[in-house]
C-alpha cells in the first residue's frame, strides 16, 4: 500500500534510521532538515513498496556519500543529487520512475525524499543494505548482479562526473577519489536498475521500519530498549539485544582516503562493570569486543544509544564521558548469505574474526 511521507514521518524516519545505521550514513540532522524544506516546498512524498512496482520501472538510487565529520561543516542545498540523478537520465535518455536509498542510516535515508519532492517522484521502500556501510559496492545491488554504472557524482557548486567502469569496485574507488577532490563529501546517483532487479536484489521495508522505530522511540517514556526490540522483534531482523552498558572512556578518530576511522573504548557500568569494550569503526560500527573478544561484527547492526535519553548517537558525535548503551540487532537473511559475507563479513574490514551471527530471530 502507497503511504505519504510529510514533515512528521521524515522525523520519525531520521530518528528510526540513525538507530539501524550504526552510526554513519551521514549527519541525520542534515538530511532531515534537507527533506523537510523540500517536501515543505513542494508537497509530500509516496512511498512505495517494491512489489507496487512495474517489472520495467526505472530506478535510480540517490545518496551522499563522503566523510561523516565533513558533511556537517558542508552543508547541501538538496540540488545536488537532483543532478546527478539527472545526469543518468540524459546518458541513458530515460526518464526516471522512482529513486530510493543506497542504505538505511543517517543523511541517506532521509535524503532521496528530498530528490523524490524537488522531482515528483516516489521513493522505494527499500534499500541495498539494511543499515549503513562505507564503500558503494557493499549493496544487495552488486552482491546479486546489478551493474552500479553508469553512475554521477556531483558537488554544491554545479560539478557533475559520470563514471563507467567494468565492476563495482572500481566504481568506489573512482567515485571516492571523486569525493574527496570535491572537498571529501558529493552526492551520487548509482545502481540504475529495473523494477524487477529491485525485487530481486533490495531489502524490502526498511523505510518502514525506521518509521516505526523512530514513531516508537519518541513514544518511549523510560525504556527505549523495549520499544527497539518492540519494533525490531515484528520485522525481518533480529530482535534487539543489549551489548554492553558503560560511560565512554577515550575515543579515537582519523579521516583518511574520505572515511573516518577510529574507535571508541566503553569503561563498564552497571552490570558490566570492571569490563571494557572497544568499538571500532570506518564511517560506521564495524566490531564490538568485550575484554579482547568479539561479541559483534559486521554486517548484524551495532548502535550506541545515549544511556540517558535513548536517543542514538553518531559516530561523529561520540564524546569522552558520555554515558551509552550498545545495542546488536541481527541483519536479514539477504546480508548473511556467502556471497554477501565474501563482500562484508569481518575480514574484509581487516577484523580479525570470523562472522558469528547475533542471537535473535
Given at each position: ?188 546517483s548509482d545502481y540504475p536498475m529495473t523494477g524487477t532487479e529491485v525485487k530481486d536484489t533490495a531489502i524490502p521495508g526498511t523505510m518502514t521500519l525506521a518509521r516505526n522505530l ?148
Amino acid at each position: 500500500m502507497t503511504v505519504e511521507i510529510g514533515v512528521e514521518e521524515i522525523e520519525d524516519i531520521a530518528l528510526g534510521a540513525t538507530v539501524l545505521g550504526t552510526g554513519g550514513g551521514g549527519d541525520p540532522h542534515v538530511g532531515k532538515l534537507v527533506a523537510k524544506q523540500a517536501i515543505e516546498e513542494f508537497g509530500p512524498v509516496e512511498l512505495v513498496h517494491p512489489d507496487e512496482l512495474a517489472e520495467d520501472a526505472f530506478v535510480v538510487p540517490t545518496a551522499q556519500m563522503g566523510a561523516p565529520t565533513v558533511s556537517v561543516e558542508k552543508l547541501p542545498s538538496g540540488q545536488e543529487a537532483v543532478d546527478s540523478l539527472e545526469r543518468i537520465e540524459r546518458e541513458l535518455d530515460q526518464e526516471v520512475d522512482a529513486t530510493m536509498p543506497i542504505e538505511c542510516g543517517g543523511i541517506n535515508s532521509t535524503f532521496p525524499f528530498a530528490v523524490a519532492a524537488r522531482r515528483g517522484l516516489p521513493v522505494v521502500d527499500a534499500d541495498g543494505m539494511g543499515r549503513a556501510f562505507p564503500e558503494l559496492h557493499h549493496e544487495t545491488f552488486n552482491i546479486y548482479g546489478v551493474s552500479g554504472t553508469p553512475a554521477a557524482v556531483s558537488d554544491e557548486r554545479g560539478n557533475t562526473c559520470l563514471i563507467e567502469t567494468a565492476d563495482n569496485e572500481q566504481l568506489e574507488w573512482l567515485a571516492r577519489g571523486i569525493t574527496v577532490r570535491m572537498g571529501g563529501v558529493a552526492y551520487v546517483s548509482d545502481y540504475p536498475m529495473t523494477g524487477t532487479e529491485v525485487k530481486d536484489t533490495a531489502i524490502p521495508g526498511t523505510m518502514t521500519l525506521a518509521r516505526n522505530l523512530g514513531r516508537e522511540l519518541r513514544k518511549a517514556e523510560d525504556d527505549a530498549m523495549d520499544a527497539i526490540r518492540e519494533v525490531t522483534r515484528s520485522s525481518i531482523y533480529g530482535e534487539a539485544q543489549s551489548l554492553f552498558e558503560g560511560k565512554i572512556v577515550d575515543v579515537q578518530r582519523r579521516t583518511e582516503q574520505g572515511f573516518v576511522f577510529g574507535h571508541v573504548d566503553v569503561g563498564g557500568l552497571g552490570p558490566d562493570e570492571g569490563s571494557t569494550m572497544r568499538i571500532e569503526f570506518q564511517n560506521e560500527n564495524l566490531g564490538a569486543q568485550v575484554d579482547g573478544e568479539y561479541v559483534a561484527t559486521v554486517p548484524d547492526l551495532i548502535t550506541v544509544l545515549d544511556l540517558e535519553t535513548g536517543g542514538p548517537i553518531p559516530t561523529e558525535s561520540l564524546r569522552y564521558g558520555a554515558r551509552v548503551r550498545v545495542l546488536g540487532v541481527r541483519t536479514p537473511e539477504i546480508m548473511r548469505t556467502p556471497a554477501a559475507l565474501d563482500v562484508w563479513g569481518p575480514r574484509s574490514f581487516g577484523l580479525e574474526t570470523a562472522y558469528k551471527p547475533l542471537e535473535g530471530e
